[in-house]
């Protein structure tokens, strides 16, 4: 049966753990009116649709969702990143991406595909198999995959916990379906490989702030961390979606290395 908007703006309300009175007080509307709109007995207009969306942190993906079981069209864009319209989009993308060099980043989408790298990435992509290459190159069934960069990971399991349940908090704070498989396929990845878990090499003052993921590469254990980068007012569901993650070293070996061009000898900077 298909949902009217009342049920859907009741189970964003529910998943965000907002009573009808909170609510109400954050969209400055009655509650009896709100009751009304969430039991269908009445009709919100397009402006309270999206006033009540923005209250409850919708996504722009699932606003749209919202107006067309309202009966209204969709007011937010999905456009491709490579067209004149998100030229600026790209852009910033391309400054951060080469600004982070010689260090690994990345740019995915909503679904974790692969939108744009820098050359750093190379750490992390080098020896995998080209089916687990091709696109549309899934980054986090990649990092998890036996025959992806999960085979070079030392602390798979713990690493692979914290993909599972950032990916959980996602898929509540996104409410995309697209997610749910993908998460049961990770988790159904298995959590050890060959590799010895230990600690050498590895700060542990780095360890007590952040947990870094710690991979193999050309016979060095390198540690990295990351943060992420979204856009901060987006009116598009494709820049809305789009996040950067950047990679650093987790210890001074690890940034040696990269900085020497992965050839563990520093030379000139």
Do not use: C
């Not at 974790?112 to 992509?125: C, F, H, I, K, T």
């Not at 399991?157 to 914290?162: I, L």
């Not at 809305?240 to 020497?260: C, I, Q």
């Amino acid at each position: 049966m298909k949902r009217t908007v009342g049920d859907l703006i009741r189970e964003w309300r529910k998943q965000r753990e907002i009573s009808q009175i909170d609510l109400a007080l954050r969209a400055d509307v009655s509650t009896r009116h709100l009751s009304f709109v969430e039991t269908g007995r009445s009709a919100p207009s397009r402006a309270m649709v999206l006033r009540l969306a923005e209250r409850l942190d919708v996504p722009l993906r699932e606003r749209n969702r919202l107006l067309l079981a309202a009966g209204y069209a969709p007011e937010f864009a999905e456009g491709a990143l490579d067209t004149p319209r998100l030229s600026l989009v790209r852009a910033a993308i391309r400054r951060v991406l080469t600004g982070h060099e010689p260090y690994p980043a990345l740019v995915v989408d909503g679904g974790w595909d692969l939108v744009e790298a820098n050359s750093g990435v190379a750490v992390l992509l080098e020896g995998a198999p080209e089916d687990l290459l091709a696109p549309p190159f899934n980054v986090l069934r990649y990092s998890l995959h036996p025959r992806g960069l999960a085979a070079r990971m030392v602390n798979l399991a713990q690493w692979r916990d914290h993909v599972l349940i950032r990916l959980e908090r996602q898929m509540r704070a996104a409410g995309d379906s697209r997610l749910v498989g993908l998460h049961r396929e990770l988790a159904a990845y298995p959590a050890t490989n060959d590799l010895v878990d230990h600690e050498d090499g590895v700060d542990p003052d780095a360890a007590d702030v952040l947990m870094p993921v710690r991979i193999l590469h050309d016979g060095h254990e390198l540690s990295l961390f990351s943060t992420v980068t979204t856009f901060g007012t987006p009116r598009d569901i494709t820049v809305e979606e789009l996040h950067v993650e950047n990679f650093y070293p987790a210890d001074a070996a690890t940034e040696k290395y990269l900085r020497s061009g992965g050839t563990g000898r520093l030379g000139p900077i």
